[in-house]
């Protein structure tokens, strides 16, 4: 059943989403192996994989033409038919304040946290900023969540690459933390144990189009055009409070130009991008 899986043509966990709403229970008796079975406990399928990707797909005895064809159809539906795009609007935290924008073609974009998102009262912290991105949208909410959440993760390696300032993003493990507070007026802290995290009030994170980033100073540039990423004019971080890309004007991130100023395996884990 490895082709009319479409494994190798689709993502391997997206595909797992789609299996488990066709066959919701599972069982692993081999570590190469994960099989899928019915609701009566009955293996139907199994997935068998070589350096943790899926490589081939098996029929078991439960497996009729009707679950096969229902298995066939939803992974059609989900995951190769054509959707809409839509734009996260992903919280970043860099080690210098985010005070402008910065473009690349209609991918993804760099702005700064709206002015009622939670900010440090100091320098030294981690600052919220906003990477605006495309992805591919999707009608199952465990797989648009997935795409987005990968796209995040593939973007903040890529800047912190081309980034002299540290780049994090909010964790999703439900991380707890002991920490001081201190109340108003008084000069010994409580200690709590609290729940680590970052929320924009009111913030709509998944929406249609990028949005304007009107009244915001580009980031030592404009941005990048057709033909690849075009560096700003300055290098570095050009005021203690501000972040800005590091590269010269005769360097490109773009793995086509040939003429980037990074290291081979810099460029490509850029690859993408080009």
């Not at 570590?31 to 081939?56: F, H, N, P």
Request: glycine share 6%; proline share 9%; with cysteine.
């Amino acid at each position: 059943m490895t082709e009319e899986l479409h494994i190798g043509e689709v993502d391997d966990d997206e595909l797992k989403v789609v299996l488990s709403s066709v066959l919701p229970r599972g069982a692993q008796f081999r570590a190469d192996e994960v099989e899928y079975r019915t609701m009566a406990d009955e293996w139907a399928l199994s997935l068998q994989y070589r350096e943790g990707r899926i490589v081939s797909a098996v029929a078991g005895p439960a497996m009729t033409s009707e679950l096969a064809e229902q298995a066939r159809t939803a992974i059609e539906q989900v995951l190769l038919t054509p959707t809409d795009s839509k734009v996260c609007r992903w919280t970043l935290f860099s080690t210098r304040p985010v005070e402008g924008c910065w473009r690349y073609r209609d991918q993804f974009q760099i702005v700064p946290a709206p002015p009622d998102a939670p900010r440090p009262a100091e320098l030294m912290a981690e600052h919220p900023f906003l990477l605006d991105f495309l992805f591919e949208d999707s009608a199952v909410g465990r797989i648009r969540h997935h795409r987005y959440v990968r796209r995040a993760s593939d973007l903040t390696l890529v800047l912190n690459l081309l980034l002299r300032p540290r780049i994090s993003s909010p964790s999703n493990r439900g991380r707890k933390h002991w920490v001081w507070v201190w109340p108003p007026e008084r000069s010994v802290p409580d200690t709590l144990w609290a729940q680590e995290g970052y929320m924009i009030p009111n913030f709509q994170y998944i929406i249609d189009d990028f949005p304007v980033a009107a009244d915001v100073p580009p980031l030592n540039g404009s941005s990048a055009p057709a033909s690849g990423i075009t560096p700003p004019r300055q290098s570095g971080i050009t005021h203690s409070r501000f972040i800005s890309p590091p590269w010269s004007t005769r360097s490109s991130v773009s793995p086509a130009s040939g003429q980037s100023g990074l290291h081979q395996k810099d460029r490509a884990g850029c690859s993408f991008l080009s």
